[in-house]
T-cell receptor, first 115, second 115 residues
Framework: GAVVSQHPSRVICKSGTSVKIECRSL??????MFWYRQFPKKSLMLMAT?????????EQGVEKDKFLINHASLTLSTLTVTSAHPEDSSFYIC???????????FGPGTRLTVT | GEDVEQSLFLSVREGDSSVINCTYT??????LYWYKQEPGAGLQLLTY?????DMKQDQRLTVLLNKKDKHLSLRIADTQTGDSAIYFC???????????????FGTGTLLAVQP
């Protein structure tokens, strides 16, 4: 299947700083990417839909000013957690939808720990 | 409600069959998916079924869909220790390949395979 990468795989940052997570589709162009958050032993919660060249669509309850999403090219979407706090610590997973719109390919996830 | 429900835990012996169940909510969902997540990793798509199908088999995996009851199941034949993971069902909401369609994930089932 298609490959989606995330960088970094793990990051520890201090409270109040900002962290950027990158999501890349390596072998296809993805006009749509998704960002999920997963709490320990919980399901994936969709945070936002990232559309290339336009603003992201955020799910209800997700603060757009806190979780900044940029999808500047067909192979890269970034999620920036601004002014991170310990409660933002989580596993963040991105996915890229294939051009046919049938499947989503998931990245390996980024473990964020805010101290 | 909005939740896609799964039982939390399933334990089987190596060589037995495993059946993981899922109850979804949106009768207009077009596709239903099964994903596998190993510890600390992203999601791996195992299989999917179109909503007008009742059954799909792919090697050791069999998916059954009861659209009337909104019930989906994944059967793994000859379960191996390497199958130990969390399994998520997901429903696609929002229509065929539309810009707004998205995946809603179930609560996840932890499958433990005993040697």
């Amino acid at each position: 299947g298609a490959v989606v990468s995330q960088h970094p795989s793990r990051v520890i940052c201090k409270s109040g700083t900002s962290v950027k997570i990158e999501c890349r589709s390596l072998d296809f162009q993805a006009t749509t990417m998704f960002w999920y958050r997963q709490f320990p032993k919980k399901s994936l919660m969709l945070m936002a839909t990232s559309n290339e060249g336009s603003k992201a669509t955020y799910e209800q309850g997700v603060e757009k000013d806190k979780f900044l999403i940029n999808h500047a090219s067909l192979t890269l979407s970034t999620l920036t957690v601004t002014s991170a706090h310990p409660e933002d610590s989580s596993f963040y997973i991105c996915s890229a939808r294939d051009p046919q719109g049938l499947e989503q390919y998931f990245g390996p996830g980024t473990r964020l720990t805010v101290t | 409600g909005e939740d896609v429900e799964q039982s939390l835990f399933l334990s089987v012996r190596e060589g037995d069959s495993s059946v993981i169940n899922c109850t979804y909510t949106d009768s207009s969902s077009t596709y239903l998916y099964w994903y596998k997540q190993e510890p600390g990793a992203g999601l791996q798509l195992l299989t999917y079924i179109f909503s007008n199908m009742d059954m799909k088999q792919d090697q050791r995996l069999t998916v059954l869909l009861n659209k009337k009851d909104k019930h989906l199941s994944l059967r793994i034949a000859d379960t191996q220790t390497g199958d130990s993971a969390i399994y998520f069902c997901a429903e696609k909401r929002g229509g065929y390949g539309g810009a707004t369609n998205k995946l809603i994930f179930g609560t996840g089932t932890l499958l433990a395979v005993q040697p």
